[in-house]
T-cell receptor, first 113, second 110 residues
Framework: DGGITQSPKYLFRKEGQNVTLSCEQN?????MYWYRQDPGQGLRLIYY???????QKGDIAEGYSVSREKKESFPLTVTSAQKNPTAFYLC????????????FGPGTRLTVT | GQSLEQPSEVTAVEGAIVQINCTYQ??????LSWYQQHDGGAPTFLSY????GLEETGRFSSFLSRSDSYGYLLLQELQMKDSASYFC???????????FGPGTRLSVLP
């Protein structure tokens, strides 16, 4: 079955620690995206990548970093510089010329105390 | 920049029809998408409109008017399982940006 996996589903960290969220897809999509969603809010784009070894900042990239070394994988690191990291993080992928149809993973709920 | 507006909440009864509106501002408009998200779940793609008019997919239809920068999602024969948040999203800036609206929470009452 093709799809996107994110792990873990829930993650707890102490302030000051970096944490890396995993995102893997086997849909053979070129483009991958990371979004942040706060309670009752829409999705805000953190980073996106349209091809291996290339990625672009989204609207709220400060305090986050990504890598795209393989087509299937797009991990997101939430650094200690991110002022308010507690949120629901969603990874998505799409064909590069069909960005309007994105497939989402189940999400990771990160809590930082 | 790009911005989208949607009503924050809509309530309807089972079996009814409901329309969720979306207005947007963007340059280099390519099209408008709709996504459904149940509480605690991931968004799922519903529809996409690049041209003016109505697109129908089962009980759901989506409409676009490019000249009015306006679209809507129409849900017919509402079921309890349709209770969810619905997001419009604009593909703009000549295909370089994809931005989600704030979402509309639909509650379907028995």
């Amino acid at each position: 079955d093709g799809g996107i996996t994110q792990s873990p589903k829930y993650l707890f960290r102490k302030e000051g620690q970096n944490v890396t969220l995993s995102c893997e897809q086997n849909l053979n999509h070129d483009a991958m995206y990371w979004y942040r969603q706060d309670p009752g809010q829409g999705l805000r784009l953190i980073y996106y990548s349209q091809i291996v070894n290339d990625f672009q900042k989204g609207d709220i990239a400060e305090g986050y970093s990504v890598s795209r070394e393989k087509k299937e994988s797009f991990p997101l690191t939430v650094t200690s510089a991110q002022k308010n990291p507690t949120a629901f993080y969603l990874c998505a992928s799409s064909n590069r010329d069909r960005a309007y149809e994105q497939y989402f993973g189940p999400g990771t709920r990160l809590t930082v105390t | 920049g790009q911005s989208l507006e949607q009503p924050s909440e809509v309530t309807a009864v089972e079996g009814a029809i409901v329309q969720i509106n979306c207005t947007y501002q963007t340059s280099g408009f390519y099209g408008l998408s709709w996504y459904q998200q149940h509480d605690g779940g991931a968004p799922t793609f519903l529809s996409y409109n690049a041209l003016d008019g109505l697109e129908e997919t089962g009980r759901f239809s989506s409409f676009l008017s490019r000249s009015d920068s306006y679209g809507y999602l129409l849900l017919q024969e509402l079921q309890m399982k349709d209770s969810a948040s619905y997001f419009c999203a604009v593909w703009g800036n000549y295909g370089q940006n994809f931005v989600f609206g704030p979402g509309t929470r639909l509650s379907v009452l028995p």
